[in-house]
């Protein structure tokens, strides 16, 4: 199994767009200040290793996943299985509609592997009224 940095892409059910996403991956591009109360959502995903037999999900059960906890408190996931070019791709994502308010807010991603923990981050963002 591999981490899938989901990257400048909207979500496959389109309710969301690439511009509104918030990247948290340890050494990516995460803000230092994004507007308040501006909608947003963040999401990670996997995908079999190259070696893996085209189309197999087994790997990508509930325990290979994406978390996410804002400010202490976790946050409710949503996922997005799909095929893509026949390989399978699980996507973990959470959805901020309103946006947060105004003010400085943690991030912590949590990343595993059929249970193990294999990457986290933890970031802070300053959400700055426009």
């Known amino acids: 199994m591999a981490a899938l940095v989901v990257v400048s892409v ?32 963040i999401g990670y995903g996997f995908a079999p290793d190259v070696g893996d037999t085209a189309g197999s999900t087994q790997e990508l059960g509930d325990k290979t996943r994406f978390e996410l906890d804002v400010d202490g408190g976790s946050v409710e996931m949503r996922t997005d ?17 309103l ?9 912590v991603g949590r990343w595993y592997d059929e249970g193990k923990l294999i990457l986290s981050s ?5 959400f700055v009224d426009r």
């Open 99 to 107: 946006g947060l308010p105004a003010g400085w807010h943690e991030f």
């Open 81 to 97: 299985l799909e095929l893509e070019c026949a390989a399978p791709r699980k996507t973990d994502f959470a959805d901020f509609p």
């Open 10 to 41: 909207p979500r496959a059910n389109g309710r969301s767009s690439a511009a509104g996403r918030i990247g948290i991956f340890p050494g990516g591009a995460t803000p230092s200040i994004y507007p308040a109360d501006t909608p947003f959502w």
């Open 122 to 126: 933890r970031t802070s963002i300053e």
